[in-house]
């Protein structure tokens, strides 16, 4: 009863639960996982045709190649005051999806001191940029004495809930000193007049702040000149509390000189990477951490094929690297990019539907990262090309009124597309634990379209194993092109398969049929869940995997029958898909086959363990991908080449 009303409140709150849940994964959007590349933003120069702002990508963090063969892929010009700016800064913000970008609004060849404005730009994909110039003299009363605006940065500032921008400035007779502003909620503008942020303790000039938070504590990299010039740190866990800790000793690991300190955190690992500017010489000096107090130089070759000058690195993900290299070209010696994982976040159980009603791909997979498998809703992507894919939300909740008899644990899903009087409908399969107990169950919601919105059937179609044993889990629809019948497939220990009725939402319970493929080890074949049905040639495939999903041996097998009911007969090899240790690659198998329309080319997309979870819940760890499936002449499925 008690569950009957919390069910009943939140449908009270109808669309605000539909928004809440995908608010909820916003708060962390950007795995670390899901990083695959680096972003490095930078100028070249001290002439004009120099200040501008370029960029190069790297896969290792350590060996970058320039984009848009070193040119700048922004005008200055058109973004800036003066017709050239330095010193770029670039974050992801809290969002995980929009950029902001700050630079130095100067040309150098005016002088030192000419400059009185920065920029603020910003963006959502990388590519394309809305600009804001801040002259301090015109923004600002009582500024006649200021002579120079540099090297701005921001950061998130989670006692205020805001955005800071913090530079320094120079006023005629004094000391640089690091100042900062609170940005407006578009980015355009400051909210408020600039405070002193940070002056060391000996009043003299610190430029190029760098502000890092780790552990609760943010770590101020400067620059201090006029006083054994160098890179210090200055630490504080309230930013504008005044209260700052600064370290006595100096963090570059060279006598020459040095400025425009950048730090970043290798992706997957515990190391930083404290880069700094040595201009005298033409080029960056990669310095390592783990705590950000102590330094060393780099046993690793840094390799770069510009020079650049005082510039940031960010993390990017696979998308984000597709995207910049769609814009301004893959420079050659990046090599091949990162093929997967082609989700952001942890999902598993795909499902893959091309969609003749709108000529699009989806995925529908098992929500991942809960513990116990205890997901309780789907969400649905949709890609033009199989490379991108864009999270079009929340289709199916199970803790919701939109599944009464459900409340929780949403597992493996499948989807059919049929034509139905003229209009295509959508049927969605998928498992859930009853409300009323008794384990897993099968259920069906209906749409007109393949992101919804879905309407339940309000009960379970398959609620007991035709076995005595196993759940009610990973269902497969087929729909066969020689007799334009549809099956549903499922099991976990056993396979069972039945033909659908015509209205799709239940089964003709004289076609139910025990398929188990037999024989076999946890090493080969033997038959343990998520059963997939395809036809290709005269010939009914039948793919399953093997051993348990948190198993790095957990693996894909495959069998052919001339039968959409079988019986199957077991392929010789019969593994098709399994892990490689040297790429990193564990627990392949739980997957959906794709055929592009209208060709014979072929993907396998499936799920994964997430190289870093590997001893630490894998089984609720994993990430989708795609590969290539290939057959023989004989019509044998080739082993797939996982790839990374």
């Known amino acids: 009863m008690m569950r009957r009303m919390i069910k009943q409140f939140i449908v009270a709150g109808g669309l605000m639960l539909v928004t809440a849940l995908p608010a909820l994964s916003q708060q962390k959007p950007v795995e670390e996982k899901d990083y695959a590349a680096y972003l490095f933003t930078y100028f070249t120069g001290n002439h004009i045709s120099e200040e501008a702002v370029r ?54 060849d005016n002088g030192w001191d000419s400059n009185r404005a920065l920029v603020l730009l910003k963006s959502t994909d990388l590519v394309n940029w809305s600009h804001s110039v801040v002259n301090m003299q015109k923004r600002y009363k009582g500024q006649e004495k200021l002579r120079r605006v540099w090297a701005p940065q921001t950061v998130f500032d989670p006692g205020a809930g805001k955005y800071m921008v913090y530079w320094s400035m120079q006023y005629t007779g004094g000391a640089d000193v690091i100042y900062y502003a609170y940005a407006n909620e578009s980015f355009t503008d400051f909210e408020d007049v600039p405070k002193v942020l940070f002056l060391p303790q000996n009043r003299t000039s610190c430029i190029d702040g760098e502000i890092v938070l780790k552990d609760g504590i943010f770590h101020l990299f ?49 190391t930083y990477i404290l880069m700094y500017d040595v201009y005298m010489r033409g080029k960056y000096q990669f310095t390592e951490t783990t705590d950000l107090t102590n330094f060393k130089v780099t046993d690793k070759e840094v390799k770069m094929n510009f020079h650049p000058r005082h510039g940031t690195v960010i993390p990017i993900t696979r998308d984000e690297l597709l995207r910049v290299t769609d814009k301004w070209g893959k420079p050659k010696e990046l090599g091949e990019l990162p093929n997967n994982p082609v989700l952001p976040g942890f999902h598993a159980d795909p499902e893959v539907l091309y969609a003749q009603k709108t000529k699009k791909y989806y995925i529908y997979s098992t929500t991942d990262g809960q513990p116990g498998w205890g ?40 989807i059919e597309e049929k034509l139905i009087k003229g209009a295509y409908k959508y049927f969605f399969y998928y498992s859930g634990n009853p409300e009323a107990g008794g384990g897993k169950q099968i259920g069906v919601a209906m749409s007109d379209s393949p992101t919804g919105p879905f309407k339940d059937l309000g009960y379970p179609i398959i609620t007991e194993s035709p076995t005595g044993k196993g759940q009610q889990i990973d269902v497969d629809v087929f729909t066969d092109p020689v007799s334009g019948k549809s099956y549903l497939y499922w099991g976990n220990g056993y396979m069972a ?56 041996n957990y693996h894909v097998a495959y069998g052919t029958s001339k039968s959409p009911l079988g019986p199957i007969e077991v392929a010789d090899p019969s593994v098709i898909l399994i892990q490689n240790p040297e790429k990193e690659i564990y627990g392949p198998a739980h997957n959906s086959i794709l055929q592009v329309p209208g060709t014979d080319e072929w993907y396998i997309v499936y799920h994964r363990i997430n190289k870093n979870y590997l001893k630490n819940g894998p089984g609720v760890h994993r990430e989708v991908c795609i590969d290539r499936l290939e057959f023989n002449e004989d019509g044998s499925i080739k082993p797939v080449v996982p790839t990374r």
């Not at 789907?378 to 803790?399: C, N, P, Q, Y």
């Not at 939109?402 to 929780?408: F, L």
């Not at 659908?500 to 188990?516: A, Y």
């Open 497 to 552: 398969g039945a033909e659908l009725n015509k209205d799709m939402v239940s089964i003709k319970k004289k076609t139910l049929t025990v398929m188990t493929p037999q024989g076999g080890t946890l090493r080969d074949y033997a038959f343990r869940e998520a059963p997939y049905v395809f036809y290709r040639n005269g010939l009914y495939y039948f793919t399953w995997s093997v051993d348990d999903t948190g198993s790095p």
């Open 375 to 414: 997901g309780w809703y789907f969400t649905v992507f949709s890609s033009d090309d199989l490379r991108t894919w864009k999270d079009e939300g929340i289709m199916l909740d199970l803790k919701s009124e939109q599944v009464p008899w459900a409340n929780g644990n949403a597992w493996a899903p499948c």
């Open 55 to 108: 960029f190069a990508v790297s896969t290792d963090g350590y060996t970058y190649w320039a984009l848009n063969n070193n040119e700048p892929v922004m005008d200055s010009n058109v973004i800036s005051s003066t017709g050239g700016v330095r010193d770029p800064h670039i974050l992801r913000c809290e969002d995980g999806k929009t950029f902001y970008m700050v630079v130095t609004d100067m040309v150098s």
């Open 222 to 270: 400067y620059k201090t000149e006029g006083n054994g010039n160098g890179i210090k740190v200055a630490t504080t866990s309230s930013l504008t509390s005044g209260q700052w800790t600064e370290e006595p000793d100096y963090k570059q690991q060279t006598k020459d000189a040095v400025e425009g300190a950048g730090v970043f955190k290798l992706i997957g690992q515990d």
